[in-house]
């Protein structure tokens, strides 16, 4: 028992000489509260009304997408028809904002053609027509003058349930642009797989004759369309016709807005 009565002055006592010698001191034996524990536990105060449209009008949008979360919050704190009123204002004012810069969008573009993208992108049935009729004559064109400069590898192997739909298809492919086509087994010709990094079938290789130039054009069962656009943009990457950042581009489409090379503003 006095042994405890001994430790007790002990630990008082080391209270009593830690309390003088930090006068910041603070928690329950120090009768001083942390600051910052008050202060989130203050009351939150409820924001003032909103602010008059005219006023969100003229705010930047980092600001009023700001002032908007704070409404929202306090709509959903308070759930009072007049905290939703105020969060809904802020709203149409975003929403009236966007509209007034949809509008003088609409006006510049109109006023700057060469921003316009409306003829590159028609939306009635004959310019869709019309387009599609360019296209496809444009990759038809380039692939039937290749014909004497590339060529194709088919790589195929015993068992590719889908190497006998892509062997169709490529006779559609000859049959139009009169393209050689030459066959290889991955199992018998491992060596060729190997330089070509051929790893499953069906897949295509399109080469440059005199030259060590090539490039997958098809991996898996692909569509004769799907062929023919990609044989299309790797004969223009080849022939360095076209930039890699053009490689969706067609032809007839340089220095349009759709090409990201063209310095046409």
């Keep these: 028992m006095k042994g405890l009565i001994i430790l007790f002055f002990i630990n008082f006592s080391s209270i009593v000489l830690a ?12 009768y001083k509260d ?4 008050l202060a989130n536990e203050k009351e939150r105060e409820v924001l003032p009304p909103a602010p008059p449209l005219e006023a969100m009008m003229e705010m930047h949008p980092k600001d009023l997408e700001k002032l ?5 919050d306090q709509s959903v704190w308070l759930l009072t028809p007049e905290a939703v009123l105020d969060e809904m204002k802020i709203r149409d004012a975003i929403r009236r904002k966007a509209l007034a ?3 003088v969008h609409g006006m510049v573009v109109m006023q700057n053609p060469n921003l316009n993208t409306g003829a590159q992108y028609p939306s009635s049935t004959p310019a869709i027509n ?13 692939i039937s003058n290749g014909q004497d400069e ?11 349930q889908y ?12 049959d139009q642009h009169g393209w050689e ?20 079938t069906p897949m295509i290789i399109m080469i440059q004759r005199g030259s060590d130039k090539w490039m997958p054009v098809s991996v898996g069962y692909q569509t004769l369309d799907q062929i023919n656009a990609q044989i299309y943009r790797a004969i223009g990457l080849i022939k360095g016709d076209i930039d890699p950042q053009q490689f969706y581009l067609m032809d007839y489409q340089k220095t349009s807005v759709k090409d990201p090379l063209s310095g046409n503003l």
Excluded at 19 to 30: L, S, V
Excluded at 68 to 72: A, F, T, V
Excluded at 130 to 142: D, G, L, V
Excluded at 150 to 160: K, M, P, R
């Design 150 to 160: 590339f060529g194709l590898i088919f790589f195929t192997q015993n068992g590719c």
């Design 34 to 37: 942390d600051k910052e524990k």
């Design 68 to 72: 908007q979360l704070e409404y929202l």
């Design 130 to 142: 019309a387009q599609t009729k360019t296209r496809m004559e444009s990759i038809k064109r380039k």
């Design 163 to 174: 190497c006998d739909l892509q062997r169709a298809t490529l006779g559609y492919f000859n």
């Design 19 to 30: 309390f003088e010698d930090n006068e910041n001191a603070i928690g329950y034996w120090f």
């Design 181 to 200: 086509i030459v066959e290889a087994d991955i199992n018998h010709r491992p060596k060729a797989a190997v330089r070509f990094n051929v790893t499953t």
């Design 101 to 103: 810069y949809t509008n």
